[in-house]
């Protein structure tokens, strides 16, 4: 595996220029995510109407791979119904994971620009951080542990 | 006529010296993505030269079985190198007894032997127990789980600017309710010696035993416990080009014999029945179970490896190729050193603008350069300077000039690439 070809433009580009950067003002939803690897975090707030995400937006400190990640991910969520954004997590998660065969029917879209992560497992979590924090908000009755209980790499989310 | 300049012939004998010590790691010669290996983390842990390992093959080859109580001749032979490693470590340290080095599992281990042996049996609630920013999360979560245990509470000696402790800080931290001190020796984040004689002649005005955690100190610089008239002094055998899982605690003779033993097992005790059990005489009271007998070995063998170099002449590598990486460094635009004590080791930790330091490594990784990414295990000193991780590149004596120059193209490229 190349890094260079996981660094790939687009993602660089969101790196570069986030889109959907900062909080919004009266989310409905709202989780931070830590990885303790590297003591990033990311804060994620969404507003869900009619259990469609309406508005979400994202900030913190984080690498380019995460940051870039949150941004797409921001960008795709946006007007979906919470099941299908709960669908794209899931298959997010596995295919960073390498559990996700990619020539089977998906909806992930340009996001398999993301793909490559999976030969790096050390910035796995990197990638995974943003979405693993969209599930908190959007399940913020669930505590943190059952979170890290549930994910494959032991990623820590908590809710705030 | 021929002039001969002295000082420059002493530099290429030198230089060409090191150069043949590189040769005795192998795994130097490796290739990573295609390149050349430039290992630029041995703060994290360091590489093994051949004779050490040399050392590790013949005792499993020819003399290992379990040590101590056999009687026959391959227990008698382990038994006998075993020992034999503990004298090393007792020379290499100018400790005064053999008795006083225990082999642990590392320093982790033996900061928490510490906790339990000497913490919990004389630091109650409300006593008072003095840290530093500069510590490694190992000397500070055991104090914290002791805190807990016990209602003590600790405080902190801070730093300034550049990464150092503020000793005058530190001496008004003393009162009547403090009991211990647990003090790094060289910040492994940062690189800072920190003034430990001085530090640890202060706190002896004051009653208070100090723990110095050394695993940073030991694989750069002479160490003399006696010296330093530390209570207890930690390392790591894996950081001083020895194996990993070994590591040893030198305690003064008489609060090792005063403490109570933190695991309980075999070779720990003098006898056992089920209504009593006495126990054994140090250091073997705090060695129970089967202890890393090849590890210790090959420990020995690392610092033999050490001292046929010269600790001096380690030194004097390492500060080249440190000063040599910072001046680079400093000319390169969007480039922070964080950590700038005049009195180093040489750990370059630093950070770039707008790039984070995981992103750095990955890149790097890609040129075949290792530096390590992160909180490096002591996040207080990331948050005095306000941020989230560093990129670290540690120098060892078996590095040289083109791994430097290796490295900085690489964040040349890095930021090329990111910006």
Known sequence: MNAKSLYQEVILDHNRKPRNYGALDNANHHAVGHNPLCGDHLDISLNLENNQVDSIAFQGESCAICKASASMMTTVVKGKSRNDVEILIHEFRDMATGKLDLDNPHHLGRLTVFSGIQELPTRVKCAILPWHTLHAALNSEESASTENENDPVHMSAGNR | ?419
């Not at chain 2, 150069?19 to 994290?44: M, Q, T, W």
């Not at chain 2, 050394?214 to 610089?221: C, K, L, V």
């Not at chain 2, 054994?280 to 089967?290: D, R, Y």
Request: hydrophobic share 40%; charged share 20%; glycine share 8%.
């Open chain 2, 1 to 419: 006529m021929k002039i001969i300049d002295a000082t420059l012939e002493h530099d290429v004998k030198f230089a060409n010296k090191m150069e043949k010590v590189r040769a005795d790691f192998p795994i130097l010669k490796l290739n990573v993505n295609g390149k050349p290996l430039v290992y630029l983390d041995s703060a994290a842990s360091s590489q093994m030269a051949q004779p050490v390992i040399d050392r590790l093959v013949h005792y499993q080859t020819s003399q290992h079985a379990n040590v101590h109580r056999g009687v026959h001749y391959l227990s008698e032979i382990a038994t006998s190198e075993y020992e034999s490693a503990r004298q090393k470590l007792q020379r290499f340290v100018n400790a005064g007894e053999d008795r006083e080095i225990i082999f642990t599992s590392g320093t982790t281990d033996a900061i928490n032997l510490v906790m339990h042996g000497y913490g919990r049996k004389f630091i109650k609630a409300d006593d008072e127990i003095i840290l530093t920013t500069l510590e490694h999360h190992s000397n500070i979560v055991p104090w914290q789980m002791l805190a807990e245990e016990t209602g003590a509470k600790i405080r902190v000696v801070p730093i300034n600017d550049a990464g150092e402790l503020l000793v005058d800080e530190y001496e008004k931290l003393f009162n009547h309710r403090t009991k211990f001190v647990g003090l790094i020796h060289v910040s492994n984040a940062l690189g800072t010696i920190n003034p430990v004689k001085q530090m640890i002649a202060l706190a002896h005005k004051h009653g208070v035993p100090v723990l110095v955690d050394g695993a940073q100190a030991t694989p750069h610089m002479k160490v003399d416990v006696q010296d330093l008239d530390c209570d207890f002094y930690v390392f790591s055998a894996h950081k001083m080009y020895g194996p990993t899982g070994v590591g040893m605690l030198y305690g003064k003779a008489k609060l090792l014999e005063s403490m109570q033993p933190f695991k309980g097992g075999g070779e720990m005790i003098a006898s056992v029945t089920f209504e009593k059990t006495t126990y054994n005489t140090i250091p073997h009271k705090f060695e129970a179970g089967t202890p890393p007998i090849a590890a210790a070995i090959g420990f020995g063998a690392a610092v033999d490896y050490m001292l046929g170099i010269g600790i001096e002449e380690i030194h004097t590598r390492e500060m080249e190729l440190l000063n040599y990486a910072t001046e680079l460094i400093s000319e390169l635009p969007g480039v922070n050193v964080i950590g700038t004590a005049p009195s180093k080791t040489s750990v370059l930790s630093f950070v770039i603008d707008g790039i984070h330091p995981h992103d750095i490594g990955t890149l790097l990784n890609q040129e075949g350069i290792a530096v390590r990414t992160g909180h490096h295990c002591a996040q207080p000193v990331m948050q005095r300077f306000k941020i989230p991780a560093t990129s670290r590149a540690s120098f060892a004596f078996y590095n040289n000039r083109s791994d430097v120059d290796a490295f900085i193209a690489g964040i040349h490229t890095v930021q090329k690439f990111l910006s």
